[in-house]
């Protein structure tokens, strides 16, 4: 990290010691200045209190689970949610996913895998906070940095900030990334696989994509669309090409001058 780099702040959530001191060792490793808790309800306050950058969170805890505690943080803070869990059962990975966490880490998992994880996030918030270069979602009168949609959708990049006819969508930072990457390859369209590659910063043709990869982005792409008040058999913002992938539908540029 550079010297003049913001400081970033995790929270870990685990009631477990051994995995919770792991995960501080892994996340300061990799510059973090790490929170602990050992249960949903101090770990909920330490995320308000703290407004961290990346959040790990068990399942099985006592009190409320991981799954409830996500669903409270989620209601007022757009940390990254990575929930750590020992359940192998896709409909476990589906279920965090629908209570807003941005990723699902099976148990149990390599450190140095986690870690690579977790930079590769914090190196896709951080491009995009410096301010991307306008792409071709955007006709030529749109500020450097906005991608354009259909029907009113604008997405800040600078910001992190989604607005549907001047109100503003609060999205999952994966849920954001899952849009905005539809968005800056309009009107092409985009493979589950590609968008598994895009969310790990790596091309989709060097990583293993699983069935329980693909379901994830199903998942997001169902949880964005109901935010954005879009459907699938009559899209406003997202289309779905069976067997093919995404598209993101934006204005006629041809209309723009």
């Not at 970033?8 to 995995?19: G, L, N, R, S």
């Not at 996913?97 to 148990?107: C, H, I, M, Q, R």
């Not at 968005?183 to 069935?211: F, H, M, Y």
């Amino acid at each position: 990290m550079s010297d003049h780099a913001p400081a970033q702040t995790a929270v870990v959530i685990d009631d477990d010691p051994d995995v919770r001191d792991l995960l501080v060792q892994v996340l300061s490793s990799a510059g973090f200045s790490v929170i602990a808790a050992e249960n949903g309800y101090d770990g909920v306050e330490a995320v308000f209190a703290h407004n961290p950058d990346i959040t790990t969170l068990d399942v099985n805890m006592p009190g409320i689970d991981g799954f409830e505690t996500a669903r409270r943080i989620r209601e007022r803070s757009d940390t990254y949610i990575m929930l750590i869990t020992a359940l192998t059962d896709d409909a476990d990975a589906i279920l965090g996913f629908s209570v807003g966490a941005d990723d699902v880490v099976t148990k149990p998992f390599r450190a140095r895998e986690l870690r690579a994880r977790v930079l590769a996030a914090q190196k896709r918030r951080t491009a995009r906070s410096a301010g991307a270069p306008a792409s071709v979602a955007a006709p030529a009168s749109t500020p450097v940095g906005v991608l354009v949609g259909a029907n009113g959708l604008e997405v800040h990049r600078s910001t992190h900030a989604v607005t549907l006819d001047g109100e503003p969508v609060i999205l999952t930072r994966t849920e954001f990334e899952l849009l905005a990457t539809l968005l800056e390859a309009a009107p092409e369209v985009r493979s589950k696989a590609d968008l598994v590659g895009a969310l790990r910063d790596e091309p989709a043709g060097s990583i293993r994509v699983t069935d329980a990869d693909e379901r994830a982005i199903e998942t997001h792409m169902t949880n964005l669309r109901r935010k954005l008040g879009d459907s699938a058999a009559e899209p406003r913002f997202i289309e779905t090409l069976r067997a093919v992938g995404y598209r993101a539908l934006v204005p006629d540029r041809s209309a723009v001058r």
